[in-house]
């Protein structure tokens, strides 16, 4: 997959502030972990889900990824004794969060996270190493991308296992390479005083509708927890 493709293109809570989205981002997750109403649950992965179809072709990568490993609990589950309704809670569960997510602090995009985690007093050196990840993912990317297309151009005929070897030294060649990279990033960055953190270069203003939208959010996830209380005590 391209990275950059995986962007969200559409904003739908572009007006915030972004510690006011990670803050309402993380009010919710943290509900979810405690909601065992499957119809709780379904509301929280259509909705959120609903709000980003703007951007379904990001969407679709992202939570075809997230079911992969939600695919491996039906799978797993029933032979440790547990039933399917167990994994079908748990993947609701997971589901709810990831587009929680995505629909709260993924969307803002990196120019937006990054800062928003120093205001919020974030370790700075944990900030630092986030943002470089991200941005070598793009390096890497590039590297096995052009590595790939080169075997393919350029193999003769060969049989399935000499295929895979190709391409399992392609990409050991590739981390390597990043491996290598780094130290000599890692270098260059001390020899310029680099200290391990990022200047912070963007301000926010908090304003009246980020106040109400945090208490929103606070409200609204503990009447979440209190009808799931209710759902399960009626059951």
């Given at each position: 997959?391209?990275?950059?493709?995986l962007e969200?293109?559409?904003?739908?809570?572009?007006?915030?502030?972004?510690?006011?989205?990670?803050?309402?981002?993380?009010?919710?997750?943290?509900?979810v972990?405690?909601?065992?109403?499957?119809?709780?649950?379904?509301?929280?992965?259509?909705?959120?889900?609903?709000?980003?179809?703007?951007?379904?072709?990001?969407?679709?990568?992202?939570?075809?990824?997230?079911?992969?490993?939600?695919?491996?609990?039906?799978?797993?589950?029933?032979?440790?004794?547990?039933?399917?309704?167990?994994a079908?809670?748990?993947?609701?569960r997971?589901?709810?969060?990831?587009?929680?997510?995505?629909?709260?602090?993924?969307?803002?995009?990196?120019?937006?996270?990054?800062?928003?985690?120093?205001?919020?007093?974030?370790?700075?050196?944990?900030?630092?190493?986030l943002?470089?990840?991200?941005?070598?993912?793009?390096?890497?990317?590039?590297q096995?991308?052009?590595?790939?297309?080169?075997i393919r151009?350029?193999?003769?005929?060969?049989?399935m296992?000499?295929t895979?070897h190709?391409?399992?030294?392609?990409?050991?060649?590739?981390?390597?390479g990043?491996?290598?990279?780094?130290?000599?990033?890692?270098?260059?960055?001390?020899?310029?005083?680099?200290?391990?953190?990022?200047?912070?270069?963007?301000?926010?203003?908090?304003?009246?509708?980020?106040?109400?939208?945090?208490?929103g959010?606070a409200?609204?996830?503990?009447?979440?927890?209190?009808?799931?209380?209710?759902?399960?005590?009626?059951?």
């Amino acid at each position: 997959m391209y990275p950059d493709r995986l962007e969200f293109k559409n904003d739908p809570l572009k007006a915030f502030d972004p510690r006011c989205r990670l803050a309402s981002g993380a009010v919710f997750i943290f509900a979810v972990l405690y909601i065992t109403d499957t119809v709780l649950l379904a509301c929280l992965t259509v909705s959120p889900a609903l709000l980003l179809s703007r951007d379904i072709k990001a969407l679709l990568p992202r939570l075809s990824a997230v079911n992969l490993f939600c695919a491996m609990l039906f799978v797993t589950m029933p032979l440790g004794g547990e039933p399917l309704s167990a994994a079908l809670l748990y993947t609701l569960r997971i589901n709810a969060a990831a587009l929680l997510s995505m629909f709260f602090v993924v969307s803002m995009g990196i120019g937006n996270l990054i800062p928003a985690l120093s205001k919020l007093g974030a370790p700075g050196k944990l900030v630092s190493l986030l943002m470089l990840t991200y941005r070598y993912l793009f390096v890497i990317h590039r590297q096995v991308f052009y590595s790939v297309l080169s075997i393919r151009l350029r193999r003769p005929r060969q049989s399935m296992t000499m295929t895979w070897h190709s391409y399992a030294a392609a990409f050991a060649s590739v981390f390597a390479g990043a491996f290598f990279r780094s130290q000599k990033v890692k270098l260059a960055a001390r020899a310029r005083g680099f200290d391990g953190v990022f200047p912070l270069t963007r301000t926010f203003r908090w304003k009246a509708r980020d106040s109400l939208a945090s208490a929103g959010a606070a409200l609204a996830a503990i009447l979440l927890l209190f009808a799931n209380a209710a759902l399960s005590g009626g059951m």
